[in-house]
Every structure is written in C-alpha cells, then in structure tokens.
C-alpha cells in the first residue's frame, strides 16, 4: 500500500496526496473538498506541514511556491510576493506579530 500524506480535519484524517508528490524543501497545493487551498510541505527528515495556501498579504494562493527555510531551528515558508515568513508548525508570521495563516495537523500513513 502506498504512503499517503493525511490531513486531520472535522475530527477524521483524511487523505490529501500520495507521500510521492512531496519533495523535500518544495511546496505542494491541494484543493479540500470545501474549496479550501493548502500548501502542503515536507522537510528533510520528513516531518510533514500543512498550511492555507493563501498569503494574507496579498490574497494570493501561493504560499505552496514559496522558498522554505529555518530560522532558530524553525521551519518556514518564505510568500514568494512579498517575502514575508511564516512559521509552517504554529503559522505566525515571523515579520509581523499580528498575522497568522491556519495550520493543519499532518501525517504520513500507509
């Protein structure tokens, strides 16, 4: 059986993608059946993140083509429009105090 990146939203966990579509250090968009958008990422010792897609910045959905990093340890997406950071485990925006995106818990399963 194939490993499958899972979302737990509504109190289930449901399954968004194939662990095959996640590449370390890159982002990956997923549509949720409510219409939502997710930027879905993986790190290089596969702990898995999920996050909106939208930057509250400019209201795109492209968080999930944004350049990650760490800062003190800390995972984060860097919005590819107007370089803000945010945090992929809490997501606080490390440039702004007042902002936040959604985080979804995530998980590898088979």
Not at 22 to 34: C, E, F, K, S, T
Not at 50 to 55: E, F, G, H, L, T
Not at 72 to 95: I, M, N, W, Y
Request: proline fraction near 5%; charge should be neutral; charged fraction near 20%.
């Amino acid at each position: 059986m194939r490993e499958t990146l899972q979302l737990h939203l509504g109190g289930a966990w449901f399954p968004v993608c194939f662990r095959s579509a996640l590449i370390a250090g890159r982002g990956v968009a997923a549509l949720l059946p409510d219409g939502r958008q997710i930027a879905l990422f993986m790190d290089r010792a596969g702990r898995t993140y999920a996050i909106d897609n939208r930057d509250p910045y400019s209201g795109a959905q492209v968080l999930s083509r944004g350049l990650t990093g760490t800062q003190e340890g800390r995972a984060f997406v860097a919005s590819p429009l107007l370089k803000q950071r945010f945090d992929l485990e809490t997501g606080h925006c490390l440039d702004d105090d007042s902002v936040t995106v959604t985080v979804y818990p995530s998980r590898i399963a088979s």
